[in-house]
């Protein structure tokens, strides 16, 4: 079975540009973490979904970031403007309700602003 | 809100065993995760524990103690493969959320 799914892996930008992360989840889960890691703050939650409804989004840093969850198969992160301080590593997990509710996570996606 | 405290680094030698410690101070608890993450990669799930005790797979075992907020992640037959950043993540019992410790970065050397 496939992972969760994220592109771009490797994306550079000008600040002031818009930037849109994509994810498709593991089929069948209807959880999805968006999360952000860099050296200095470690890995943070920045906003999750329950079957495509936002639950909590207290994590995202302002309101420069949003996500989206049209559908249970797709999810987008979107800065817009972006600043070099985003520049982070952007993962994406998804997990069930049943048993532990292990998040599985994706490749990433590795930001530079310029 | 959680607190969670491991340490910053370890080393070892190929073969010998290495415990990396997790402490939580936290409003609440519903599971304890450890992730392995090689760098440059995403983290990768290991272990699991929701009651106190020690649960073993393979090479790993994890050990857990709910009233000493305390957890333990043990690396045996360490191999050069396992030179990795180990992150302990404990979950809201409210939702879904996990919070991560900063990480252990482990080092093994021949």
């Known amino acids: 079975d496939a992972g969760v799914i994220q592109s771009p892996r490797h994306e550079v930008t000008e600040m002031g540009q818009e930037v849109t992360l994509r994810c498709k989840p593991i089929s069948g889960h209807d959880y999805l973490f968006w999360y952000r890691q860099t050296m200095m703050r470690g890995l943070e939650l920045l906003i999750y979904?329950?079957?495509?409804?936002?639950?909590?989004d207290s994590g995202m840093p302002e309101d420069r970031f949003s996500a989206k969850m049209p559908n249970a198969s797709f999810s987008t992160l979107k800065i817009q403007p972006s600043e070099p301080r985003d520049s982070a590593v952007y993962f994406c997990a998804s997990s069930l309700r049943q048993g532990g509710s292990t998040q599985y996570f994706g490749p990433g996606t590795r930001l530079t602003v310029l | 809100g959680q607190n969670i405290d491991q340490p910053t680094e370890m080393t070892a030698t190929e073969g010998a065993i290495v415990q990396i410690n997790c402490t939580y101070q936290?409003?609440?608890?519903?599971?304890l995760f450890w992730y392995q993450q090689h760098a440059g990669e995403a983290p990768t799930f290991l272990s699991y524990n929701v009651l106190d005790g020690l649960e073993e797979k393979g090479r790993f075992s994890s050990f857990l103690s709910r009233s000493k907020g305390y957890s333990y992640l043990l690396l045996k037959e360490l191999q050069m493969k396992d030179s990795a950043s180990y992150l302990c993540?404990?979950?809201?019992?409210?939702?879904?959320?996990?919070?991560f410790g900063a990480g252990t970065t482990v080092t093994v050397r021949a």
């Open positions: 979904f329950n079957n495509n409804v936002p639950i909590d």
């Open positions: 993540a404990v979950r809201d019992p409210n939702d879904y959320k996990l919070s």
């Open positions: 936290t409003s609440g608890f519903n599971g």
